[in-house]
Every structure is written in structure tokens, then in C-alpha cells.
């Protein structure tokens, strides 16, 4: 979906390095979401945010943070990267409408390899 | 969350109807059934989502059983681009939820 961008697309880095992706979103949505996704698995949660002051762990967070700059922007790094963090990594966003289910909106995705 | 099971892999021809059947015998009264499509290298995207009985959009059919334990993708007239992966998700009625639960999905290859 062309609201929700993510940079960069690829990032090929070595183990230790601080890696920053970065997710943009015009959809005015709150919530923000990061997800990783291994070859021939589905996606896992990594961190969330409601809000700009909101910020909840997903179930694979260890050696991840976040920071949620603005509405609009939600920053996901590893602190000290390592080889089985090489994954493609999605940015989701979502607006809870009234009664209906959360649907969420994903970016085009950033396919990180950690050498 | 309810867990779901789908079929790993499904292959059709061009034209042909395909139905893709997700069992979540978990689920409960107030979750959503929720489907999912993702192209190679690309974000997931929303297919259709239904409560029960019938849905239909301008992509897919949603049809669910009145016991909602299971529920059935149908995508009428496939082509080669519907070649993809397709996710069952159950996910509860908006209040609070923060994640969507990817199980391996279908994957779906349309033939010539």
C-alpha cells in the first residue's frame, strides 16, 4: 500500500551493527505495528503502538526497539544485529472503525540480511 | 485467539473457482474471520472479513457455516495473478486488540 512506506527496502549489514528501519504512513491512522516474517512462515508481532505515547511489546521484542516519533512515524532498530535476525520486516498500521474488526495496512516491506 | 489450520498449498487452473477452507473450532462469539492475501516480497494485504453467513466483495466470497468453527475463501475465475499466499486470521471485535496471528497459510498457485 502506497501510504505506508518503509526505508530502506534492502540493508545488508554486519553482526554487532545498530540498524534504524523507518516507517512513514499517510493514512492518519494510530496504531503502528512491526512485524519480521522468515522464509515460508507467516508474520511475528515485534512491537506496537496505539498511540505517539503508547508503546506494547509483541511476542519476539528481545533485541528490538521501537520509537514512535509522530502520528506518522514508527522507527524499529536492533541494537546490535545478528545473523538470525535477517528477515523481511513489515510496518503495519490500523484504525479501529466502529464495529468492525482492526484491518491493518502494510508496507512494502524491508528485506534486511545480517552477515 | 483461536487457532486456525488451513491447507499448505492449493494448485488451480486459470478460470476455475477455488475454495480455501480454514477450521477454527476455538473461536469465539465476538471474533472476526478474517482473510489475508500476500504476493512475494510484498505486504500482506486485506482480502474480506465476515462475522457469518455470506460475505462478498469485488475480490472474494466469504461464506461461514452458522457453528463459525470453520470458513471458506472463494475466489471466483482465478488468474495467474491470484498466485499467492492466503491467511485465515480470527481476530476479535475491535476494543483494545493489538496483533494479527499469521499461521503458514495456503499457498496458492493458478496454472495455464
Known amino acids: 500500500d502506497a501510504d505506508v512506506t518503509q526505508t530502506p527496502r534492502n540493508r545488508i549489514t554486519k553482526t554487532g551493527k545498530r540498524i534504524m528501519l523507518e516507517c512513514s504512513q499517510t493514512?492518519?491512522?494510530?496504531?503502528m505495528y512491526w512485524y519480521r516474517q522468515d522464509p515460508g512462515l507467516g508474520l511475528r508481532l515485534i512491537y506496537y503502538?496505539?498511540?505517539?505515547?503508547?508503546?506494547n511489546k509483541g511476542e519476539i521484542s528481545d533485541g528490538y526497539s521501537v520509537s514512535r516519533q509522530a502520528q506518522a512515524k514508527f522507527s524499529l532498530s536492533l541494537e546490535s544485529a545478528i545473523p538470525n535476525q535477517t528477515a523481511l520486516y513489515f510496518c503495519?498500521?490500523?484504525?479501529?472503525?466502529?464495529?468492525?474488526?482492526?484491518?491493518?495496512?502494510f508496507g512494502p516491506g524491508t528485506r534486511l540480511t545480517v552477515l | 485467539l483461536a487457532k486456525t489450520t488451513q491447507p499448505i498449498s492449493m494448485d488451480s487452473y486459470e478460470g476455475q473457482e477455488v475454495n480455501i477452507t480454514c477450521s477454527h473450532n476455538?473461536?469465539?462469539?465476538?471474533?472476526?474471520i478474517t482473510w489475508y492475501q500476500q504476493f512475494p516480497s510484498q505486504g500482506p494485504r486485506f482480502i474480506i472479513q465476515?462475522?457469518?453467513t455470506k460475505v462478498t466483495n469485488e475480490v472474494a466470497s466469504l461464506f461461514i457455516p452458522a457453528d463459525r468453527k470453520s470458513s471458506t475463501l472463494s475466489l471466483p475465475r482465478v488468474s495467474l495473478s491470484d498466485t499467492a499466499v492466503y491467511y485465515c486470521?480470527?481476530?476479535?471485535?475491535?476494543?483494545?486488540?493489538?496483533?494479527?496471528?499469521f499461521g503458514a497459510g495456503t499457498r496458492l498457485a493458478v496454472h495455464p
Open positions: 503495519a498500521t490500523s484504525d479501529a472503525g466502529t464495529g468492525s474488526s482492526d484491518t491493518q495496512y
Open positions: 493514512k492518519g491512522h494510530d496504531r
Open positions: 503502538s496505539f498511540d505517539v505515547k503508547d508503546i
Open positions: 476455538n473461536i469465539a462469539t465476538n471474533d472476526y
Open positions: 465476515g462475522y457469518k
Open positions: 486470521l480470527v481476530v476479535p471485535f475491535s476494543g483494545g486488540y493489538n496483533k494479527l496471528i
